[in-house]
């Protein structure tokens, strides 16, 4: 557990964030990445999924001076679709990005040998395994590596049920989360990349309002969309926002 968040159940910690938290729901996007800027220094990192909205942030956080010290953490499962590794670099090559791509030290096809092909059992089990040895895993020793206290990413309340009671600044196994667009509707990510010309994931005009791997991923249908169509409904979560049930130390 880093120091960023050890003791947060004391009663002068709870304040604090208390404190922070008001202070960042008056806040603007981009000035609640400048705070964590500010705050944590070198302790502040962002991750992006290179998804269908992920060039909002990415491209508020470019924007801001000396953003190029902020690691940009990836975490490249070995399943992601061809078009989203395409997308990442044509976000790169526009915003001028040098990610830090993470991977599982288990190979996909030695997870497969080894476990068998995880997210098509059925098995809740089988499927949180997968999601751990895959996505948690890889990102938590990153962000260990390069000694991270506060990570933000593009999580928006309305996009599940679990994402709905967040706030835009919490503790998750041992660091601070922060969701500088928490509050954004579908329609305000929309407008900002028409505004700024950012280029839209391949998938989006197939009708994918969200990708993640090749085997868990679907445009949206007439019985589910937005993130009910991951894992064939049976999971919304990847377990990276997700405190506390990876298992120990996830």
């Known amino acids: 557990m880093t120091s960023a968040a050890a003791g947060l159940d004391s009663g ?26 500010e705050q944590f220094g070198s302790g502040f990192a962002m991750t992006t999924s290179f998804g269908i909205q992920s ?4 491209h508020m956080l470019a924007g801001l001076p000396g953003s190029e010290s902020v690691p940009v953490i990836w975490v490249d499962t070995g399943y992601l679709l061809p078009e989203t590794y395409r997308y ?25 040998a080894l476990h068998g092909r995880l997210w098509e059992t059925g098995s809740d089990s089988d499927l949180d395994l997968y999601l751990r040895l895959r996505k948690v895993e890889p990102l938590e020793s990153a962000l260990d590596r390069l000694a991270v206290r506060c990570w933000g990413s593009g999580v928006r309340s309305g996009q599940t049920d679990l994402r709905s009671t967040m706030t835009v600044l919490d503790p998750i196994r041992g660091r601070l989360s922060l969701r500088p667009l928490l509050h954004w509707t ?27 791997d090749w085997h868990s991923s679907a445009p949206d249908g007439v019985d589910s969309e937005g993130r009910s169509t991951r894992f064939g409904g049976q999971r919304q979560e990847c377990g990276i926002h997700v405190p506390g049930v990876m298992g120990d130390g996830i």
């Open 12 to 37: 002068g910690e709870t304040a604090m964030l208390a404190l922070q938290r008001e202070a960042l729901e008056a806040l603007e996007p981009a000035q609640r990445l400048q705070w964590a800027r």
């Open 55 to 58: 060039s909002v942030l990415l």
């Open 88 to 112: 990442a670099k044509t976000l790169c090559d526009r915003l001028g990005l040098q990610p830090v791509v993470v991977q599982s030290s288990l190979s996909p096809a030695r997870m497969e």
């Open 186 to 212: 579908n329609k305000d990510v929309f407008y900002y990349m028409q505004e700024h010309e950012l280029p839209q994931h391949p998938l989006f005009d197939q009708g994918f309002s969200t990708v993640g």
